[in-house]
């Protein structure tokens, strides 16, 4: 191997930059297209279709001109979102949503589990009741039960703001201006956990939602992640190193880098396959088997080994070149042949042309 340079690092990094950008950029291309194509076919439509019903259905949300969910209400009336909530607990998830299973709930669990008052009939266990998120514990300084004319409590019966909350003490007459913010603040806010965003985190974690959200996203992401990842690794690190000389992908053909084995010759088809297929086959198991994020993880924590494997070995070698015994040459400074054959070959022509000028070199005068 002495007429052979092996690639620089830094370059090596920057060809590695080049293979993976253009692979990268590819790949997206896949997949916007597969995912404007799977969610626009008739099974992706209905499933689409299927959880704007739901979204619309539990009065928590309408839907935008671009088909997204919005928060239905935006009212400065605590009423309003009370309202809504009633209608999605003891309407719509106790009897209009068959998916949801027919939960029991009824105007008595909405006024212990939204509006925070004491469990007075002993309905429910202190597990069940002290697991319930924000903001119900502090419900009851709010709201309490309405009661009938005797001043008994009626349980069946949404629960009315407490008797402080109006001027003068009095229901009958108007809230104070305080009182009506701290109303709509328990029920909706920007800043902090309440009532609208309980309401909204139980659709979105019934089973049937997110049963229909998978099913949706193995149309608009899975499917086409795994596509692109796939078609894009086989074309760029597998395809093109098997035809293009010298084991070249497009960054090392910019380069003008080489795969050669380590016995001195151009590396054969079987080296570059074991070479590049078991990077390529982990990548598609990441991004098959786990969340995009982590698949990235997993593969830049592989890059970053591999690369400072290359950085510390005898002639740059990262895991795959030791898997494939190879490594990366700088073929414009290298003098290099496809195999023994071919180098015998050439020292022939070499040795022939040596032992010709010898003997047609001019005698001494």
Not at 252 to 281: E, H, T, W
């Amino acid at each position: 191997m002495e007429g052979i340079k092996e690639a620089p690092i830094v370059k090596r990094a920057l060809c590695a930059i080049v293979d993976f950008a253009i692979a990268f950029l590819f790949g997206l291309g896949v997949f916007t297209a597969m995912s404007a194509i799977l969610t626009n076919v008739p099974s992706g439509k209905a499933i689409r279709e299927e959880i704007s019903t739901y979204y619309k259905d539990s009065g928590l949300y309408t839907i935008d001109e671009t088909g997204n969910p919005v928060g239905n209400t935006k009212s400065i009336n605590y009423q309003d979102h009370l309202n809504m909530l009633l209608h999605y607990y003891t309407v719509y998830i106790a009897s209009e949503c068959p998916e949801a299973g027919r939960a029991d709930y009824d105007v008595y669990w909405f006024n212990v589990f939204v509006l925070g008052l004491d469990d007075e009939q002993s309905k429910f266990s202190y597990e069940q009741i002290s697991s319930y998120p924000d903001p119900r514990p502090s419900g009851k300084t709010l709201f309490r039960y309405a009661k009938d004319d005797k001043g008994n409590n009626l349980y069946d019966t949404v629960g009315v703001p407490r008797d402080e909350l109006y001027e003068d003490g009095d229901p009958s007459k108007p809230l104070l201006h305080d009182a009506k913010y701290q109303l709509l603040w328990y029920f909706y806010s920007d800043s902090k956990r309440n009532c609208d965003y309980n309401a909204g985190y139980d659709l979105s974690h019934r089973v049937f939602f997110t049963d229909a959200q998978y099913r949706y996203e193995l149309h608009s992401t899975v499917i086409p992640l795994v596509v692109a990842v796939v078609t894009s690794s086989i074309i760029f690190f597998a395809v093109f190193p098997m035809i293009f000389k010298e084991g070249q992908t497009l960054g090392k053909k910019v380069f003008g880098f080489g795969v050669m084995s380590c016995d001195g010759y151009v590396a054969n088809k079987g080296q570059m396959l074991l070479r590049q297929f078991p990077p390529i086959a982990l990548g598609i198991i990441a991004f098959a088997f786990f969340s995009g994020l982590v698949a990235l993880i997993l593969m830049g924590v592989l890059l970053i080994a591999s690369y400072i494997l290359a950085v510390f070995s005898t002639n740059h070698r990262a895991i795959h070149d030791f898997v494939a015994y190879t490594f990366v040459a700088d073929l414009k400074e290298s003098v290099y042949y496809k195999n023994s054959a071919e180098e015998e070959a050439a020292n022939r022509v070499i040795d022939e042309k040596i032992e010709h000028i010898e003997k047609n070199k001019p005698g001494e005068k």
